[in-house]
Each structure stands twice: as C-alpha cells, then as structure tokens.
C-alpha cells in the first residue's frame, strides 16, 4: 500500500506502478537528490517513482541529530522560492520536503518501500521490494555516500567507556560536565570539538590521524562558509590549480594567524580533492585546551581508550566521527554491491553520473565535490541525466580525472548537453548567476 507524503496535488504523471507495468525510470533514495531526480523526469514528462525504505522524505537529513547543520548559509542550499528556515537539520529536511509538496510529487514516491534486490535483466532493471517487484528501463541510484555509519573496530576488553557515532548523539547537552574523546579528522570531528566547547565538556580529547583543510575564522559557519567567491573565479576561466593555489596562499596565513599550525594538513591544498570547510569558531577560539593526540586508538579497555602512540585516555564518551560507508548491497552485480567507498563509486561512473558496469544505471553527483551549492548541483545534473536518457544529451562511459565542483559543472556539462546549454547562450545566463545576482538571495531553479 502507498503511503503518501502529506496532502499534495496528485501529479500528471502518476506514480502507482502496477505489477507488471514498465516505468521510464525509477529512482531509489528520496533524499533531496533523489527528489530532484524525480522532479526533473516529471519535467521531461518521464513515467517515474521513487522508492524510499524510511516512512518520510529527506534521506540522510530526516534521521541526523538535530545539532547538526550545513556548512554555509541557507541560501546556498534553497533554490528560487522555496522555504527554509535555517541551517539546521530540521530546516534542510524541512526544505526537501518543501519541493514534494510545492511540485506535486507524492503521488510518485512509495514510502517504506526498501529495495531488496536491484537487478538488470535484458533490457529492463528488476527491482524488488517487499511491496513487490518494479521494472523500468533506467535506474537512478540517489542513495548518497553517507548510507552506513563507519565506526572502526578496535580491541575492546571489559568496556565501560560510552561509543556513540556522531549520527548517534542526539543531544549534545550530553557532553555537559564530561571528559569526552572525539576520533576523526573531518568535518564531523570539528562539528563535534566546537560542540564541545558550547555545552561545556569538563575535558576534550581529540584522537586523529591527519585533520583536513579547513578556512580558520571567528564566524560561525553560516556566515563563513559561502561558495559565490569561487563561482566567480570559476566564471571568470581560473583553472582549477590557479584557485588552489590562491586558496592554499590563504589557507596558509589563516592556520599562521590562528595559531593553528600544528595542525596545518600537509601537502598542497586541491580544489579537486579537498573540501573547503569553514572553520568552527567555538573550536578555534578554545583550540589550547584541547588534547591533541595524533594516532589511532587500538584498544578500549575499561574507560580508557588505548591509542596506538602507546599512551592512553581515560573518558566518559568516545565520539567516532570517522564517517560513513557507501552501501550498495541491493545490487546483484558484485563489482557494484561492494563498493564501500565514494571513491571507489566515482570511478565505476562514466561523468560522475553513469554506472560503467550496467547499461540503464546513473549514481547521481558521484562525482560531485561536496564543496558548493549541493542542491543546485543536483539540478542540474538531473537535468541533463533526463536529457540523456531522452537521447538528447550525451555522457560518456569514461570516469572523471578529477572530482568537478559548483560553477565548473556548466562548463562541464554543456560539452554534452546543447539542449540545456545552448551554444553561445549558455554563459550569458551563468556569468550573470555569478556576478549580478544578489549575494543574499537563493540561485533560481534551474528551468
């Protein structure tokens, strides 16, 4: 039985799959990727369902902790007109939901509905679930990278200290009054040190191999974080090593100014493998009372954390902020269902966008940089993923060189998309989104 996503307009191009009955597309995951995806096939007047295993709409962003947040402002994320209220994690669940409700498409997604197996059969995908079997001729997986939580399995003896992955603190009112150890050295590591320091941890420790660039400020990460300065660059024809280099000159005073040296990742800073996160203010502020220790930790025995320096911790919480896993084990080809890693998946993608190993299949934005406007770039990879499946627009079985990011993706894809990038047109509409729209104002929906 379908379950519908609050009161919608039943769409024009109706969701409820017979058994039997061959869509154009289905697509799994309705996260927003996912959401965008459907919407774009709507567009292109696709038959398309969605089939989402949780009871609600958001993908990753409808179960995270209510701390957690994006890494800009909310103007970087929304498109057009559609509502959002902040940068938080109900805010952004708040806004995928935003476009099933302002475009109709509930009637196209079947919540609760977990996909089994995924399999490619002649010229159709058979795709199974509990609520039955769905075949279509192309399949997009919007499943995302961050699918199984990553926690590292060191020796444990007599364990007494409290684990949580960072997805498992629900409330961070709990780190109040307590020693705490967070492991990691990315975005969620620093999510957690700063949140350590706003709830007032007693004592924090903070375990990690290498720690990943970040751009140190006293600005909180909505305010810091923003990618308009690099679209320009982009739009102006600065090469992807010309902005690197900028960026690592800069980087490179702010660690000095911050006195953040020691932890200065080494090497240079890569635009096309690198993140650009905005620092946490909280974390920098109080960066000499955290204990640092660069290593591993082998060993949990009692409330101690043994790291593989040799020397030990004892605490009331460990925090693992070692991220997350790909899971594609509803796949019936073995090279994809065990892929683990998003890297891995990017080079089984020709494009960033489609599956090397089985005709019909799309991973949307495996190749995408996280740093940017992550909505904006899903639409405009969905639509020219529908223009591909049209016939209309052309994308080669070759896997990326390198990871593509925000404004270098029109460039990219108007090599393989005349219909959505006319040539000679094209830049005026992009040159005009990176200098004279408004800084304030959200990027419009892409038509």
């Known amino acids: 039985m379908e379950r519908p996503v609050r009161d919608a307009p039943q769409p024009a191009v109706a969701g409820h799959a017979r058994p039997g009955e061959v869509l154009d597309l289905l697509i799994i995951g309705a ?52 509502p959002i209220a902040g940068e938080d994690q109900a805010s952004i669940r708040d806004n995928i939901q935003a476009w099933v409700d302002r475009f109709g498409l509930a009637g196209s997604i079947r919540l609760g509905t977990e996909v089994r197996r995924a399999t490619r059969s002649g010229e159709l995908w058979i795709v199974e679930t509990a609520a039955g079997t769905f075949r279509a001729r192309h399949l997009i997986s919007a499943t995302g990278a961050h699918n199984r939580p990553f926690v590292p399995e060191p020796a444990r003896e007599s364990v007494e200290l409290r684990e949580l992955h960072s997805s498992q603190l629900r409330d961070a009112a709990d780190l109040a009054g307590r020693d705490v150890v967070v492991v990691g050295g990315g975005a969620s590591a620093y999510d957690l040190l700063d949140l350590c320091f706003e709830y007032q941890a007693r004592r924090v420790i903070w375990v990690y191999r290498n720690a990943r660039w970040m751009m140190p400020t006293r600005k909180p990460k909505k305010v810091a974080g923003s990618p308009r300065e690099l679209a320009r660059a982009q ?209 419009p929906i892409p038509d």
């Open 235 to 443: 739009m102006e024809g600065a090469t992807l090593e010309e902005i690197s280099r900028g960026l690592q000159a800069k980087l490179v005073d702010r660690y000095a100014k911050f006195g953040l040296e020691a932890i200065r990742p080494e090497g240079q800073f890569d635009l096309g493998r690198d993140q650009l996160l905005p620092g946490r203010h909280r974390m920098i502020e109080n960066f000499s009372k955290i204990e640092r220790h660069r290593a591993e930790v082998s060993r949990i025995r009692g409330r101690r954390a043994e790291l593989s320096t040799g020397e030990a911790v004892e605490a009331d919480l460990l925090l693992w902020a070692t991220g997350y896993q790909v899971d594609l084990g509803f796949f019936a080809n073995e090279s994809l269902s065990r892929i683990t890693g998003h890297d891995e998946l990017c080079a089984q993608c020709g494009c960033g966008l489609r599956a090397i190993a089985e005709p019909g299949l799309y991973f949307l934005a495996a190749g995408l940089e996280s740093t940017g406007t992550a909505p904006w770039s899903y639409a405009l990879l969905a639509r020219t993923l529908m223009s591909h499946v049209q016939g209309q627009a052309t994308l080669e079985p070759v896997p990326l060189a390198r990871k593509l990011n925000h404004f270098h993706y029109p460039a990219f894809l108007a090599e393989r998309d005349p219909v959505n990038f006319p040539q000679g047109h094209w830049q005026d509409e992009y040159q005009r989104l990176a200098f004279a729209h408004p800084q304030d104002l959200p990027l």
């Open 31 to 82: 996260g927003i990727g996912g959401v965008m995806a459907l919407y774009y096939a709507r567009k292109a007047g696709l038959s398309a369902l969605v089939l989402e295993r949780q009871d609600v709409v958001g993908g990753l962003w409808a179960t995270l902790p209510a701390w957690q947040d994006i890494q800009f402002g909310r103007c970087d994320w929304t498109l057009g007109d559609l």
